[in-house]
């Protein structure tokens, strides 16, 4: 289940559009329920705000993870991401993470300096700080769900080809490979939906079956928003589907 939530908050910077007009706007909010086979796991919501920094007035996103039922009995999950980036460049100045996973917490913030490419990370549970040498054009792991939807890319590739991109997360730079598989017609609660479909490679071991053992579904109209995830575990395997939003830019395309 934590292997879930904290993949949908990975997976959805596969997000990203053509436009030349940002895909997204404040107010924009997704809730994605979690389900193993028939079994409700939990909730993810994604949603984002205004705020200021350094008097300079930026986007506030918020991720949220959390348990619910039975499966919060058995592995209480309640995970709060939250980033703050540039509205015109998607450059990120800062972002918070509070995790609980079945015991095991985390209660970091870090700050972003790109003109020195440097990030400030503060452990608030063991009281230390360090600064982590960062890439250029790095992203934290909420702001790049925004930051990619703007993305001139995507609708180039061809069946078979990869993105990768720069993420930091967990005190390190993570290269996140994703492969498009191509274009496919899905049954949502929405209707039927055209979704680009993505294979986000990942290690194999204890969790996942093989490299490819994670997929995600796109919209394929101007929000490119998430809206199906299925990961494949080494026993069974965990969905998570878009279950509500509100404040899309754009219209939503499906047919009933």
Do not use: C
Not at 123 to 128: A, F, G, I, Q, S
């Amino acid at each position: 289940m934590k292997k879930l939530v904290l993949l949908i908050l990975v997976l959805t910077t596969l997000a990203f559009d053509t436009q030349k007009e940002d895909a997204f706007g404040t107010g924009e909010y997704f809730k994605f329920r979690i389900h193993y086979g028939i079994i409700n796991a939990g909730y993810a919501t994604l949603e984002i705000k205004d705020a200021t920094i350094n008097n300079k007035k930026v986007h506030h996103a918020i991720g949220k993870g959390y348990t619910t039922g039975m499966s919060k009995f058995f592995f209480k999950v309640e995970d709060l991401y939250e980033s703050y980036f540039d509205k015109e460049t998607g450059t990120p100045y800062r972002y918070i993470r509070k995790i609980d996973e079945g015991g095991y917490t985390k209660n970091q913030e870090g700050i972003f300096d790109p003109s020195e490419n440097r990030v400030l990370v503060k452990d608030y549970k063991r009281k230390t700080e360090k600064t982590i040498i960062t890439t250029n054009n790095v992203q934290d792991i909420v702001s790049s769900f925004y930051f990619l939807r703007n993305h001139p890319s995507i609708d180039k590739l061809k069946p078979g080809e990869a993105i990768t991109i720069d993420m930091f997360f967990d005190d390190e730079i993570t290269k996140f490979k994703l492969k498009y598989v191509g274009r496919q017609d899905i049954t949502t609660k929405f209707g039927t939906v055209s979704t680009m479909v993505f294979k986000p490679l990942v290690q194999t071991g204890r969790v996942f079956k093989e490299k490819e053992s994670l997929t995600l579904w796109i919209t394929d109209d101007d929000n490119k928003v998430p809206i199906r995830i299925k990961a494949d575990l080494a026993v069974g395997s965990l969905k998570a589907d878009l279950d509500e939003y509100k404040g899309l830019k754009n219209p939503f395309k499906a047919k009933k």
